[in-house]
């Protein structure tokens, strides 16, 4: 069976790669409009409502009116903002953070695209507070940093334009980063996570990491329950791994240009201190990667048809 597919968006980093990934599937068929076609609200609306799966990689608001503009009930859309990511009656597109989520994104007509940095902290977190290591209201705090490229073409730019040479730059000194609600939520949090982004001098790629004084939990739990509980939870992924602590280096770019996420469990254990450490490309499982991986879920084809592993 053959799907159209519709990404409305297409020119932008997360489209262009979305397009990438999908392109030359006998299995789907591509819906796409010139560009004067995608300043037409007419031959827009109508590429919405004539797609079986439509992708959207667009700003929050644009993402909205998009929405909005698809009048019938038969047309499943996967969206890449942060527009629906909290909202009602849209699932959250992470097929491998609950029992059972996979299932739901394959049933469910809308389906909203993870964040980036939330894909790293929930995939290391979500599985400790599920099995009672960590309690869901412990206050965590979360350190990231991305490539450029999650900041959209404007950063890109300003990065390699010539002027920009910094190699590292925090961000979010209010703590009111969008993604905060959305990790309080999927990680099932009482309280909001103290959230540390920053931006390195990288195109692309991301370094994720929680850490976590075993010896102040209730249950103290050891380095090694806190392993066999991630490697438990992503046992049959294809997508993510947990790597043996056997390097004392963790770089931005282990996993860039992939679509799989890497876990790491390190610390000292006669100490109590764990650092809990996520790689992940910002641009690949952190985005275009989730989405196509989403996708294939959706239409009911293997998860990891056109993912870079």
């Not at 397009?19 to 037409?40: C, E, F, N, V």
């Amino acid at each position: 069976m053959s799907f159209s597919v519709f990404i409305d968006g297409a020119a932008g980093t997360t489209g262009l790669e979305i397009g990438d990934r999908l392109s030359g599937r006998s299995d789907l068929m591509m819906i796409t409009l010139d560009d004067s076609q995608r300043k037409d609200a007419g031959a827009r609306r109508q590429a919405l409502n004539d797609a079986d799966f439509v992708i959207l990689c667009l700003p929050d608001e644009a993402a909205r009116e998009a929405v909005a503009l698809i009048d019938n009930d038969r047309t499943r859309v996967i969206d890449a903002s942060t527009a629906f990511r909290t909202a009602d009656r849209w699932t959250y597109g992470f097929p491998e953070l609950e029992p059972g989520q996979a299932a739901a994104i394959a049933a469910a007509p809308r389906v909203s695209n993870p964040g980036c940095y939330p894909t790293g902290f929930l995939a290391l977190v979500r599985p400790l507070i599920r099995a009672g290591l960590v309690p869901a209201d412990w206050v965590l705090s979360v350190n990231a940093v991305s490539g450029y490229s999650g900041g959209g073409k404007a950063m890109i730019a300003e990065f390699e334009s010539g002027d920009e040479t910094t190699a590292f730059r925090a961000y979010g000194l209010g703590f009111a980063h969008k993604h905060v609600p959305e990790m309080q939520k999927h990680a099932r949090l009482a309280h909001p996570p103290l959230f540390l982004p920053a931006v390195a001098n990288a195109y692309r790629g991301m370094v994720v990491e929680v850490p976590l004084p075993l010896h102040a939990l209730p249950r103290r739990p050891t380095l090694a329950a806190c392993e066999t509980v991630l490697r438990d939870a992503y046992r049959d992924s294809p997508v993510i791994r947990v790597a043996d602590n056997d390097t004392a280096l963790v770089r931005i770019e282990d996993d860039a240009g992939t679509d799989r996420l890497t876990l790491r469990i390190c610390g000292n254990g006669d100490m109590g201190q764990a650092r809990l450490i996520a790689t992940l490309d910002n641009l690949g499982k952190g985005a275009a990667g989730a989405a196509v991986q989403n996708l294939n879920v959706m239409a009911g084809i293997d998860p990891t048809t056109g993912l870079i592993l």
